[in-house]
């Protein structure tokens, strides 16, 4: 019975993490989005596109430091 109960907290837990991933990768996105690049979200990839984007990821701090809680 102790298994089971271990099982449904890692279940919970992995949902959990599973959802905060999510927002992170929407935040990220929507970042992206606001700075004028187009970005969507992929699975667990956001991709990115968008004409000169590593010209203004180098020069632009707030690209870089999106999603970080920095930004």
Known sequence: MAADAAGVKLAALV???EAR???R???V???MLAAGVEAQVEG???RLSG???LRRWTGDL???EAGRGRG
């Open 62 to 64: 707030a690209l870089r």
């Open 25 to 27: 990768r929407r935040e």
């Open 44 to 46: 667990e990839a956001v």
């Open 21 to 23: 991933a999510e927002r």
């Open 29 to 31: 996105a929507d970042a």
């Open 15 to 17: 949902r959990l993490v």
């Open 51 to 53: 004409r000169g984007l």
